[in-house]
C-alpha cells in the first residue's frame, strides 16, 4: 500500500498549479497593491506603506458602506433563515408533494442573479412595475421602493431574500431529511408538543446544517454585488452602497486599484473576524443553552 | 394516536399545503410577471391594472434574438462557460480523487483551506485580474476571462468531486494496484468510469457557474467578449419603453437554466451547498 501512495501528490499539480496561478498570485498582487498610490489611468504608482488603510479607515464614506452592508447583511440574512426554516419545516411535514414545492420554490435561485435582479427591478419600477400599477389600481399612492434611501435598502434586503431563502431552505430540507426519526418519534410518544419537538429535539439536531447555512450566506452577502449593481447601483446617493459595490466604484470606475485593493483587503478581515465570532457564539449558545 | 390527534394532524398538513401554494404563487410574482411581459405589446405592457387578458404575441422573443446582438453575445457565454468547464473539471477531479484517497488526516486541511477560498470576496481577486490584464493587454479577451472563472470554480469542483470520489470503494483502487496497475492506470481504467455521472454534474454546475457570473464577466470583457449577464444588465436596466424586448431577452436566458436545473434536481444540495450558481 505504500507503494502505492506513493505518486497519488501528482494527480494534485493540475489543480494546485492552476490555483498558484490564477488565485494566489493574484491574491498576493491584490495585497501587495494596497501598499501603493496606484491610479491606473495615468499608470503612476508610489509605494505608501499603510497610507490607503489609514485614509478608508479615516474616511466616512467606508464606515456609511460598512454599515449598511451589516443592515443588509443582517436584515436579509435573518429574513432568509427564518422564513427558509419555516418552508423547510413545511416541506418535512408535507413528504409526498414536497418535490413539485422545492423545484418550483428554488427556481428565483438558479435564475442568472443579473436576471432575477431585472425580475424584481421591473416589479419594483415606479408607476408601470407590477406593484405600483396595482397600488395606483386601488389608488394607493406607492412608495418610491428604489428611489428613497430606507425603501432602497428594504428593496435590496427583499430582493436577496428573494433570491437566496431557496438556498437556506433546500440545506436545512436536506438536514431535516437526514434527522433520526426515532428521536421525533420518541418525542411524540412522550407527548410532547410541536413546539416542544422543535425546541428541545429538531433545532439542537440541526446545529451544525444551521451554523453551515447562516456562515455561507454571510459571506455571499458580503462581496455579492450583482442584485444591489441592477437595482440601484449603490444609490439614490450611497443609500445602498455596500461595501463591494464601494470597492467597484473605487477601482473600476476611479480607477484608484491600490485603494480598492486595500479595501478587499479590509472585507477579507472584516468577514473572517465576523464568521470565528459567529461560529464560536452560535456554537456555545448550542452548548450551554439545551440541558 | 386517538383518532382526534390523527384529524388534527391532518387538518395542520392541509393548512401547511395551501400555505405553501400560496407562498409559492407570490413567490414566484416576478418570475410570472416577466414572461407575461415579454409576451405583451406596449399597449399591454402599461396599463393600470397591470392586465393578464391580452393577445399573446412572440414578436419580441423573436426580434431580441435576431435583431439583436444576443446570438452573438449568447456564442460568447457558450465559448467562455464551455472554456471554464474543459479547464476546471479535468483538473479539479484528479485532485479531488486523490484527496479521497490520501489520510483523512491530511485532506482535512487541504479542504478547509479550499473553503476558506470561498471566503475571498470576489472584489479582491477581479482587481488584480484586471490590472494585470490591462498590463498583459489581455482585456476583453476570452483567456482571461476563462481563468478568472477558473479561480472561482475549481475549489468549488474539488470539493464536489471529492464527496462522490469518496463513495467510490477504494478496494477497486486496491485491488487493481495488486494487479500491477500504476496509479495513473487505477484511475483511468477502474475509476474513472465509476466516476462519469459525478463528471457530468459537477460539469453542468460548473457550466451554470459560468454561465450566471457577472462580476468577473463586467470587469474583464468589452465589445468582443461580451457575456449575456452583462449584456442585458445595460440592455435591460434602464430603458424602460423597450420593456418587453428586455423581458423576451431575460426570460430567454433563464431557459436553459431552468432546463439544467431539472436535470441536476437530484444533486442540487450536494453542489449548493459547495457553492455553485452563485460562485
New interface residues.
Given amino acids: 500500500m505504500v507503494r502505492w501512495q506513493h505518486g497519488l501528490w501528482l494527480f494534485f499539480l493540475p489543480s494546485f498549479g492552476l490555483l498558484a496561478v490564477v488565485l494566489l498570485w493574484p491574491l498576493g498582487y491584490a495585497v501587495y497593491l494596497s501598499f501603493f498610490d496606484y491610479y491606473l489611468g495615468s499608470g503612476e504608482r508610489t509605494f505608501v506603506g499603510l497610507a490607503n488603510y489609514i485614509d478608508l479607515l479615516t474616511e466616512a464614506r467606508l464606515w456609511n458602506s460598512m454599515w449598511t452592508t451589516i443592515i443588509i447583511a443582517f436584515g436579509s440574512v435573518a429574513l432568509e433563515f427564518l422564513v427558509g426554516f419555516a418552508l423547510a419545516l413545511a416541506l418535512y411535514r408535507l413528504n409526498g408533494s414536497a418535490k413539485v414545492f422545492s423545484v418550483l420554490l428554488f427556481l428565483p435561485h438558479i435564475v442568472t442573479p443579473v436576471v432575477a435582479a431585472l425580475f424584481l427591478k421591473w416589479m419594483l419600477a415606479s408607476n408601470w412595475g407590477f406593484i405600483d400599477a396595482t397600488l395606483l389600481t386601488f389608488n394607493i399612492e406607492p412608495a418610491d421602493w428604489l428611489g428613497s434611501p430606507v425603501w432602497a435598502k428594504v428593496s435590496v434586503i427583499l430582493a436577496d431574500a428573494w433570491v437566496f431563502t431557496p438556498l437556506v431552505m433546500m440545506v436545512l430540507y436536506a438536514a431535516l431529511q437526514g434527522l433520526d426519526t426515532s428521536l421525533l418519534e420518541a418525542a411524540q410518544i412522550d407527548g410532547a408538543s410541536s413546539w416542544n419537538t422543535l425546541r428541545h429535539v429538531i433545532i439542537p439536531a440541526l446545529i451544525p446544517a444551521i451554523i453551515f447555512v447562516i456562515s455561507i450566506r454571510l459571506m455571499d452577502v458580503f462581496r455579492f454585488f450583482d442584485l444591489i449593481y441592477v437595482l440601484t447601483g449603490g444609490g439614490p446617493g450611497t443609500a445602498t452602497e455596500t461595501i463591494t459595490m464601494y470597492t467597484y466604484q473605487l477601482g473600476f470606475r476611479m480607477l484608484e486599484v491600490g485603494k480598492a485593493s486595500a479595501l478587499g483587503v479590509i472585507t477579507l478581515i472584516v468577514v473572517a473576524i465576523l464568521l470565528l465570532t459567529i461560529n464560536r457564539g452560535l456554537n456555545k449558545a448550542y452548548r450551554g443553552g439545551d440541558r | 394516536m386517538s383518532a382526534q390527534m390523527r384529524v388534527g394532524q391532518q387538518r ?2 392541509w393548512l ?2 395551501i ?2 401554494c400560496l ?2 404563487f407570490i ?5 410570472i ?2 414572461v407575461l ?1 415579454s409576451l405583451k405589446d406596449p399597449r399591454d ?6 392586465t393578464i387578458i391580452f393577445e399573446p404575441t412572440l414578436k419580441y422573443h423573436i426580434q431580441v434574438w435576431t435583431e439583436n446582438d444576443f446570438v452573438f453575445y449568447l456564442m460568447n457565454s457558450l465559448i467562455i462557460s464551455a472554456g471554464t468547464v474543459f ?1 476546471s473539471v ?3 477531479s ?2 479531488a ?3 479521497s ?2 489520510p483523512r488526516r491530511s485532506a482535512g486541511p487541504i479542504l478547509s483551506a479550499l473553503f476558506t ?16 490584464g ?1 498590463f498583459l493587454n489581455m482585456i476583453d479577451t476570452y483567456p482571461l476571462l476563462i ?2 472563472l ?2 472561482i470554480n ?2 468549488f469542483t ?1 470539493w464536489l468531486m471529492h464527496g462522490f470520489f469518496l463513495e467510490i470503494p477504494r478496494d477497486l ?2 485491488a487493481a ?1 495488486i494487479d500491477g496497475c ?2 495513473w492506470q487505477a ?1 483511468r481504467i477502474v475509476i474513472l468510469p465509476l466516476a462519469r455521472p459525478g463528471m457530468t454534474v459537477a460539469a453542468l454546475f460548473s457550466l ?1 457557474l459560468s ?2 457570473e ?2 468577473f464577466a ?2 474583464l470583457t468589452g465589445t468582443d467578449t461580451k457575456t ?3 449584456a ?2 445595460s440592455f ?2 434602464e430603458d ?1 419603453s423597450s ?1 418587453s424586448l ?2 423576451a431577452g ?1 426570460v430567454g ?2 431557459l436553459p ?2 432546463l439544467v ?2 436535470i441536476l ?1 437530484r444533486h ?2 450536494r453542489g ?2 459547495a ?1 455553485a ?2 460562485g
Fill in positions: 395542520t398538513t401547511i399545503f400555505g405553501l407562498f409559492t413567490n414566484l410574482t416576478p418570475l410577471w416577466a411581459t405592457a402599461f396599463t393600470i391594472p397591470p479547464i479535468p483538473a479539479g484528479l485532485a480523487y486523490a484527496l484517497r490520501i477560498i470561498r471566503m475571498f470576496p470576489h472584489m479582491l481577486l477581479a482587481i488584480p485580474f484586471f490590472v494585470m490591462t481563468l478568472a477558473v479561480a475549481q475549489p474539488i483502487d486496491e494496484a500504476s496509479n484511475f451554470l454561465y450566471n457577472f462580476l463586467l470587469v449575456l449577464p452583462v442585458i444588465a435591460g436596466g424602460i420593456w428586455s423581458a431575460a436566458i433563464m437554466i431552468v436545473m431539472l434536481q442540487l444540495v449548493l451547498t457553492g450558481v452563485k
